[in-house]
């Protein structure tokens, strides 16, 4: 279970994360841009990931490392070429069971819940629609491995999931609250960019970058601490 402050080095990492970022990732970034990869199935069908794992790293590379990478008037290739690639490798391991299914991701929450991220960096309330759904079956697991939750049945789970989920449930017993704290938060998170979706229909934040012409709605929301997640 990540600490507030691991979530944080990620998504408010600073100078010193994104410069390492840029150093390991961006050559590989800029080299999928040259060869002309063009969505998500071109990515699957090129690389062939063989396990979760490999899925996992897939979303990390095409969704967070570019916003590290690519900051201020350059974030438009996150939005514009990497996100819909994130988005396509996502609903691609999730139509796969990938979160769901491998007792690997499913019982360990951080991975598990990257696998959602780019639903919730969507403009398409339907994805956000999921997302929710999504996120709300991840905070039922962890509430389903506090004591008072123990009468769940799991008796058609191999032994490799019970493996998994023995240990997810030590860590999650070893700190009730915070457990608990941290699956509302991620669902709590995503209702909040959800809610930005269902007013505006797009993120007001991404306007300049995108060149999009703001109204005025949006910019009163944002003059007046509308949220823009980091920018």
Request: with cysteine; hydrophobic share 35%.
């Amino acid at each position: 279970m990540p600490t507030t402050d691991e979530n944080k080095r990620w998504f408010f990492g600073g100078a010193d994360f994104d410069k390492l970022c840029v150093e390991r990732f961006a050559p590989t970034l800029e080299q999928l841009r040259r060869d002309g990869i063009k969505s998500g199935q071109d990515i699957i069908y090129a690389l062939q990931p063989n396990d979760s794992h490999d899925w996992l790293s897939l979303i990390l590379l095409l969704d967070q490392i570019p916003r590290n990478c690519y900051r201020g008037d350059s974030a438009d290739v996150v939005f514009n070429y990497f996100d819909p690639m994130a988005r396509e490798v996502a609903l691609t391991a999730i139509q796969r069971g990938i979160p769901e299914r491998c007792p690997e991701v499913r019982w360990r929450f951080a991975y598990r819940s990257w696998f959602y991220v780019p639903l919730m960096h969507s403009e398409d309330i339907s994805l956000h629609d999921l997302a929710v759904e999504k996120y709300e079956g991840l905070a039922r697991d962890v509430e389903s491995l506090l004591p008072s939750e123990m009468a769940v049945e799991w008796s058609d789970e191999s032994e490799v999931a019970h493996e998994y989920r023995a240990a997810a449930q030590r860590v999650v017993q070893a700190d009730e609250k915070a457990s608990s704290e941290y699956a509302q938060l991620s669902l709590g998170f995503e209702k909040r960019h959800w809610a930005i979706i269902k007013r505006f229909g797009r993120y007001p934040h991404r306007n300049r970058v995108m060149g999009r012409e703001t109204t005025d709605e949006e910019r009163d929301y944002l003059e007046n601490g509308g949220e823009t997640f980091g920018g």
